[in-house]
């Protein structure tokens, strides 16, 4: 079993900050790329930021120059720093981990439940 627990959502004023974590744990051989999704009512999920296990990233456009993806290996954890955060970064974020359990040889996505963030005018 991998479990993927995320924390630090929670209501912010535009220009604030938050910063998001989500650990994997269980049965975990490999960690491969791990990565931050949203869903906004009545929008579909969008992919915000991902990160290889070498540290290679990739951001969405509404979101470049104010998130910082990074990850902690040891830890099996990913972060999110939120800066200059906007209302139309209002969503559930959702956290992603493609995963290798020890009981497998094949890797596979794993999601957290989601967090909400919510940012006022």
């Known amino acids: 079993q991998v479990q993927l627990v995320e924390s630090g959502g929670g209501l912010v004023q535009a220009g604030g900050s938050l910063r998001l974590s989500c650990a994997a744990s269980g049965s975990i051989s490999s960690t491969n790329v791990m990565g931050w999704y949203r869903q906004a009512p009545g929008k579909q999920r969008e992919l915000v930021a991902v990160?290889?296990?070498?540290?290679?990233?990739n951001y969405a456009d509404a979101v470049k120059g104010r998130f910082t993806i990074s990850r902690a290996n040891a830890k099996n954890t990913v972060y999110l720093q939120m800066n200059s955060l906007k209302p139309e970064d209002t969503a559930v974020y959702y956290c992603?981990?493609?995963?290798?359990?020890?009981?497998?040889?094949?890797?596979?996505?794993?999601w957290g439940q989601g967090t909400q963030v919510t940012v006022s005018s």
């Open positions: 990160i290889t296990s070498g540290g290679s990233t």
């Open positions: 992603n981990a493609n995963v290798r359990p020890h009981y497998s040889s094949a890797s596979r996505d794993y």
